[in-house]
């Protein structure tokens, strides 16, 4: 199968090691992946990369996740599914607020990659 047909992930994390994981996961489950290390950075790349999938932490330095998801409706991607990952306990209204901004689901951290690719593989056959 070549690049051109495998569904394209844009994973945003600033943890890298943690982006990288990430990555490596969806690599492993046929995804082609770009990874940007904040928002500014990932608005930009989906721009260029087209992904079928956005994974992205809401506790993101400078634009946060929330705003991550304002942005690329805002620039044409509302159709993109987007999973929300946060290591911050959320109360039901920041749930609420993510699922409002665009986000399809919300995983809290530690999240297991089993877990994750369940959850994005859902989302885009939704």
């Keep these: 199968m ?12 600033d943890d890298r090691d943690l982006r ?53 409706h805002k620039n044409g991607f509302s159709h993109v599914p987007i999973v929300a990952i946060t290591g911050r306990y959320l109360a039901e209204a920041d749930i609420q607020r993510a699922l409002r901004e665009g986000c399809r689901t919300v995983l809290i951290k530690p999240v297991s990659l089993d877990r994750l690719s369940e959850e994005i593989l859902r989302v885009i056959q939704a």
Excluded at 3 to 13: C, T, W
Excluded at 31 to 55: I, M, R, S, Y
């Design 2 to 13: 070549s690049n051109q047909e495998r569904p394209r992930a844009l994973v945003i994390e």
């Design 20 to 72: 990288h994981l990430y990555a490596q996961a969806l690599e492993e489950s046929g995804f082609t992946v770009v990874e940007a290390h904040n928002g500014l950075q990932a608005v930009e790349k989906a721009t260029e990369f087209q992904p079928d999938v956005v994974v992205t932490d809401l506790g993101l330095p400078g634009i946060d996740g929330y705003e991550v998801c304002r942005r690329l």
